[in-house]
């Protein structure tokens, strides 16, 4: 049996992709989130914080570019950091030198949400983490590398990264891609380490549509690393009320290869004022007889 923290927010995670959502501040450009949240499960309760931001400063057509993600719980922390420098091109691309995120980040996302360290980072049931983000959560690695991000026309935008990781002495190369129509939204990405003939990989693929105030939306994930295996899948569905509330319904399945589970979340968001939110959330794993409940508030750039 497993225990996780689910974050439920379904506005933010099934609605907005990270990479899509920035904040201005002069010449700094700041996207991502930072959230607080609180779980009780039967006689078990934690508490747990977490951050994943992307900061640039531009000046002129060269700039800075810092990504970090963190979480705390329990007396244990642990943060990954990348950066690079950077270039934006005319057209509006931008390539980041040095030691950037991977470009699988930053595309699709589950609504059941970023939950617990471990499941979230390990299962990509959460954000979409890959792999060479999860190793570097684990301990710092002594990476390189090179990303492109595509100028974003409303429609259609992608990315595509490449590192070298000296610790394990391979090579990761990933890709992520966005297509926007009207109410309708994919988004996925592919990453892959190594390039010999072990299958070291993962894959992702979010679509959701929009009618009225309704939303409903699907993900897949899939990851195989060193001889283990995670597959998840999930439907869901969103109605907004009002603009500023949000009700949420998930239900997704989890399979390791060698063991499963299946879970349902309910959820209720609201946004207090712009860029906060708050957030309740009842998940039920049927491994469990005990019920779950999450509450949280999240800063939103």
Known sequence: ?????????????????????????G???????????????GAYSRGLATSDLDLRYD??????????????LEGYAS????????????????????????????YGASAVGRSDAGLALSSQLGGGIGILT???MNGNLDDYGIRYDSASDGVFSYSGSYHHVDDIGEDV????ARYESGAFVVSGGFERVGLDNDVNQAAKLQASYSFGQFEVGAYLSQAKFLGSTFN????????????????????????????????????????????????LGVTKFDYSPDVSYQMGVKFTF
């Open 79 to 106: 943060t990954s950091l990348y950066g690079g420098g950077t270039y934006t091109f005319g057209n509006g691309g931008r390539i980041t030198v040095g030691a950037p995120r991977s470009a699988y980040d930053g």
């Open 27 to 41: 010449d700094w450009t700041v996207d991502g989130d930072i959230g607080a949240y609180y779980q009780t499960e």
């Open 232 to 279: 998840y899948k999930e439907v869901s569905g969103l109605y907004h009320p009002t603009d500023r509330w949000a009700l949420g319904l998930a239900y997704g399945e989890v399979n390791t290869g060698l063991s499963g589970a299946r879970l349902t979340m309910g959820s209720v968001d609201y946004e207090i004022v712009d860029h906060v939110s708050a957030t």
């Open 173 to 176: 190369l990933a890709l992520g």
């Open 134 to 136: 999860q190793f570097s």
């Open 1 to 25: 049996m497993f225990r996780t923290f689910i974050s439920p927010s379904l506005l933010a995670l099934l609605a907005v992709n990270p990479a899509f959502a920035e904040t201005t501040y």
């Open 59 to 72: 000046f002129g057509g060269f700039g800075v570019a810092i990504s970090a993600i963190s979480y705390a």
